[in-house]
């Protein structure tokens, strides 16, 4: 699972690339059929909303689920990855965030780089993410808006007084609003433009760490489950994490992908 | 300004009749431009966003502007509201809903008629909205949702312990949330379907009273400014008011549109 020179040149451009259907029908109802003990696990790996009980993010679900942990070595996200960030990779983050129907809250304007720097001292941005739909993804169930080439830009500081709070049972950033200035974001916005990917369960979207994006609550009746694999390269390993392990993987060797149908066996 | 028989079986059945451009662009740039006076106003009239100052509504803005004066008599707005309803009209609302930029925050799923029958007493659902666009409306700005055909049902009461808030200053309803329970919600839209009309300024969305709608939060760097007329027929004025004249005019004489190029004159 090679991609193209025009793939590669599209995901340098813009720092996002769609990928419709790339997983198929069987694959995601696999996928969807496991979902359910993901999210019944207990205990802080599993975020909830701030205003309701519905699981926000399924964090680190490959250490308690074999479907999951063979999901997270899948060579159509991990070979794609090692090709664009140049050689061998490991995962940072691997998680599932549900967005779920009528509950699903806002994510904010963020970097995922800025967090990864700051907190877990993660060197380089030379980082990306890869985000699976398991569900359905349309204008009325919460798409991530990004915005397009900002990875360009590299890292950008936070602009206000902007303080994590240490608390990882309910997502912090959503309680804190943006790491940016309304100020800022209009004009990274207004220079770059935005794109909201939208597609069929299976599609993926690949996005550089550095890329900024966000999304809107889903007041929908359909759930916006998305899977995300952070793949690092092995030499840019974190050196200073401050946050709980499932937060900020440790296993820095690199990941070997597994076979093209490692779902379905 | 009369609507084609299509366009009346479209609304008919729909609920919902989107008209691109029905203003032009030198119309819009005036409303614009006395815009700031409007939301200037002090006092109850401009309704402020529950979490910033921003204004969310600015109610009555035809008492303090003789440009809006004439806007609310628009002959546009005022012969297919006739048309539609079979006679004489007069205004039971206007308001400008500017969901600004970064700010503007949810309205939740919701019939307009609901609220006109149990706080204002309008006998019959004998009522339509008209919605103008003074911003482009796009998939980032937190375009209107529409249940399309919803209006058929009539009006949909309270299915859960809904109780008003009787808090003018700041919108009751958002902190309130919906009036129906989620599982409402999904039996409604996925029977019916959504639309969420997009266009340039100057367009207008018509929908029924008794139509199902809602918008999420505007996140985006784009202001989603928008003027609703609120016409209802002069035998149909409601008979039991609990809110201040502002929220629900008491001039129940017809309106008499004015000419075409009333805002340009």
């Avoid at 997270?72 to 090709?83: D, G, T, Y």
């Avoid at 359909?222 to 200073?240: D, G, H, K, L």
Wanted: net charge negative; proline share 8%; aromatic share 10%.
């Amino acid at each position: 699972m090679q991609w193209t020179e025009e793939q590669l040149k599209e995901f340098d451009r813009n720092g996002v690339l769609y990928v419709e259907r790339l997983f198929n029908e069987m694959e995601i109802a696999v996928l969807n059929s496991e979902l359910p003990n993901v999210l019944r696990r207990e205990g802080p790996v599993n975020l909830k909303e701030r205003k309701s009980d519905s699981i926000r993010s399924a964090i680190a679900p490959h250490n308690s689920s074999d479907l999951y942990r063979r999901l997270s070595k899948h060579p159509r996200i991990i070979e794609p990855a090692i090709q664009i960030l140049g050689g061998p990779v490991y995962l940072h983050q691997f998680k599932v965030n549900t967005k779920n129907a009528h509950d699903g809250e806002i994510w904010h304007w963020h970097q995922d780089y800025r967090t990864w720097f700051e907190d877990d001292g993660m060197p380089k941005p030379n980082v990306i993410n890869a985000a699976l739909f398991l569900d359905e993804v349309t204008e009325f169930n919460g798409p991530i808006m990004f915005v397009v080439g900002s990875h360009k830009l590299g890292m950008i500081p936070s602009d206000k007084n902007f303080q994590r709070i240490p608390e990882y049972g309910r997502l912090a950033e959503d309680a804190i609003g943006s790491p940016y200035t309304n100020e800022t974001i209009d004009r990274l916005i207004n220079k770059h433009g935005l794109i909201a990917p939208k597609g069929p369960a299976g599609s993926v979207v690949f996005f550089h760490g550095c890329t900024l994006h966000g999304s809107v609550p889903n007041m929908s009746p359909w759930n916006r489950t998305v899977v995300f694999w952070s793949p690092n390269r092995t030499n840019n390993a974190i050196t200073a994490p401050t946050r709980p392990e499932y937060l900020a993987l440790q296993d820095f060797s690199a990941v070997e992908p597994l076979a093209d149908d490692c779902l379905l066996d």
